[in-house]
Nanobody
Framework: QVQLVESGGGLVQAGGSLRLSCVVSESMFSINVMGWYRQAPGKQRELVASITPGSRTNYADSVKGRFTISRDNAKNTMYLQMNSLKPEDTAVYYC????????WGRGTQVTVSS
């Protein structure tokens, strides 16, 4: 069974930082490009960062320079370090593989206050 367990969200003031974690089942983690997605109310889910099994990364323009995606293969865990947070970063953040089909975990809420 696929495991996608996000954690680390919370409420933070603008300019602050959060570090999200996602524990991923090995069967998914080892062979897939993985990504962090976010979805705000009334908005489309967007891919904000991705990382390949070889740790090549890519970022949405909206988070480039502020967020860093990483992975720890030994722990089957990926991370999203979020710095200089803005209110527009407020969303539920999800971890998933980038390729289809996708199944979604519960996500973790990030709320950035002004």
């Amino acid at each position: 069974q696929v495991q996608l367990v996000e954690s680390g969200g919370g409420l933070v003031q603008a300019g602050g930082s959060l570090r999200l974690s996602c524990v991923v089942s090995e069967s998914m983690f080892s062979i897939n490009v993985m990504g962090w997605y976010r979805q705000a109310p009334g908005k489309q889910r967007e891919l904000v960062a991705s990382i390949t099994p070889g740790s090549r990364t890519n970022y949405a323009d909206s988070v480039k320079g502020r967020f860093t995606i990483s992975r720890d293969n030994a722990k089957n865990t990926m991370y999203l370090q979020m710095n200089s947070l803005k209110p527009e970063d407020t969303a539920v953040y999800y971890c998933n593989r980038v390729r289809l089909p996708q199944t979604w975990g519960r996500g973790t809420q990030v709320t950035v206050s002004s």
